[in-house]
């Protein structure tokens, strides 16, 4: 069998599950001359679809599986299958890959699940001059040679009758293809709505993740944080211990002093009262005196309490403060834009920002306050009026109680929106909206 240098697809498929009847083979001979090469004719039926990896091979009669090929060419694809010339296809074998026997072969289709859709009519490898060959023969041979005509003839007809319940077979299975690719692509749909869905799932999974991974990085420090406030007070309680060892070392010091006063009192008879009495009154001070003790430990620990309670109220305030701080910094920024881009407006509209007046006209001045270098007056005068507080304005701060303009009351104003005023017809824009704000001022002066 010819070697190649691909192999095309192929399966161990039986001839039962073929279909022979969607691939036709036309103009075949019943030989070829070796030395020449071969063109297979063949036509694709009506509901059939060639596929890249489909190919023509050459068979030997009696094949059981498409392995056994003895050699192949790869199918062309049409360009347009509803042309009726693109259903009729040829394909030229070399002479140099044919066989080289007289045995009989035949053309068949494989598609590239290694499925046979097409099969010709047998044919010979030979030379044309054997047919010139007188061949004599007997009676006994020409009845036998009749009578195999005659079973060759009903087994055409078997094979016709065959093809014609294989085609019927083949458009059953055609509309049952159809059936299941709709059936595919509703499936198909379908995955990719869960595919959609899986993919919302995860992203929302991944999101919860990273506020798992924050919340225990939090976690982490103020555990840090907790670790460090462990060890202060393991220190506290080891410098309490020692204090605790000299107390007791020096009770055993006063014990000592006891017995010396008890032997003394052996000797001195006379006073032994007295000295039970004062004995008494020592027993009764030291027991006040551990009675202090233990309401000065309460204390202390009630101090280290209020004492931790108050660090976290600062820590909390630090935290407070640098927040407000940024966001100060952060309208002090936004100011600043907003000042640079009231320089380019003023720039745009050809006024200079030095020379623009600021004093806002009064309702009995109308337009007479306005400046006489514009024609329609100053298209700030909104701004003006909206940025610069009136004394009148000022309140006391409700935090400090100042009369005067403090921090609180500056960050107060700088949150405040600013809007934009038409100085014709007294439209009010939002400060967000410069660009139609200076387009509307514009349309006034055409």
């Not at 001979?29 to 070796?34: D, L, Q, S």
């Not at 070392?249 to 008890?262: N, P």
């Not at 000022?394 to 100042?402: D, F, H, L, N, T």
């Amino acid at each position: 069998m010819e070697e190649t240098i691909k192999d095309p697809p192929t399966s161990a498929v039986l001839l039962d599950h073929c279909h022979f009847s969607q691939v036709i083979f036309n103009s075949v001979e019943k030989f070829y001359t070796p030395g020449g090469d071969v063109t297979c004719h063949y036509t694709f039926t009506q509901h059939f679809i060639p596929r890249r990896k489909d190919w023509i091979g050459i068979f030997r009669v009696g094949w059981k599986t498409t392995r056994e090929y003895y050699t192949f060419m790869w199918v062309t694809l049409p360009i347009d299958l509803n042309n009726k010339s693109a259903k009729q296809q040829e394909v030229q074998f070399k002479a140099y890959y044919l066989p080289k026997d007289d045995e009989y072969y035949q053309f068949c289709y494989v598609d590239e699940d290694g499925v046979v859709r097409g099969a010709s009519i047998p044919f010979q490898f030979r030379p044309e001059n054997e047919e010139d060959i007188l061949v004599v023969t007997t009676q006994g041979e020409v009845e036998e040679i009749e009578q195999h005509n005659k079973e060759l003839c009903k087994e055409n007809q078997e094979l016709k009758d065959s093809c014609v319940s294989l085609q019927k077979q083949n458009s059953d299975m055609q509309a049952e293809l159809q059936k299941k690719q709709e059936e595919l692509e509703t499936l198909q749909s379908i995955n990719k709505k869960l595919e959609l869905k899986v993919k919302e799932q995860k992203d929302y999974w991944e999101t919860e993740l990273l506020q798992l991974k924050e919340q225990n990085q939090k976690m982490s420090s103020e555990n840090e944080k907790m670790g460090i406030r462990v060890d202060q007070l393991q220190a506290q309680l080891s410098t309490q211990e020692k204090e605790m060892e000299k107390l007791v070392q020096g009770d055993q010091d006063k014990t000592e002093q006891l017995e010396q006063l008890k032997k003394e009192n052996d000797h001195l008879f006379l006073s032994l009262t007295e000295q039970r009495k004062d004995q008494k009154k020592l027993e009764q001070t030291v027991e006040q005196m551990k009675q202090n003790e233990t309401t000065a430990m309460k204390k202390q620990q009630e101090l280290m309490d209020e004492n931790f309670d108050l660090s976290k109220r600062l820590s909390e305030n630090k935290i407070i403060c640098n927040a407000l701080q940024r966001e100060k910094e952060r309208l002090e920024g936004e100011n600043d834009l907003l000042k640079r881009e009231n320089s380019r407006l003023l720039s745009y509209m050809g006024l200079d920002f030095n020379s623009l007046p600021y004093q806002v006209p009064t309702s009995d001045e109308g337009g007479a306050g306005q400046n006489p270098g514009l024609a329609y007056g100053n298209p700030y005068s909104g701004i003006q009026e909206s940025s610069s507080p009136s004394p009148l304005s000022i309140k006391k701060c409700p935090i400090c109680k100042a009369d005067d303009i403090c921090d609180h009351t500056l960050e107060q104003q700088q949150m405040q929106p600013l809007c934009l005023n038409c100085p014709i017809c007294d439209k009010i824009f939002p400060a967000t909206e410069k660009q139609i704000f200076e387009d509307h001022v514009f349309c006034h002066s055409l």
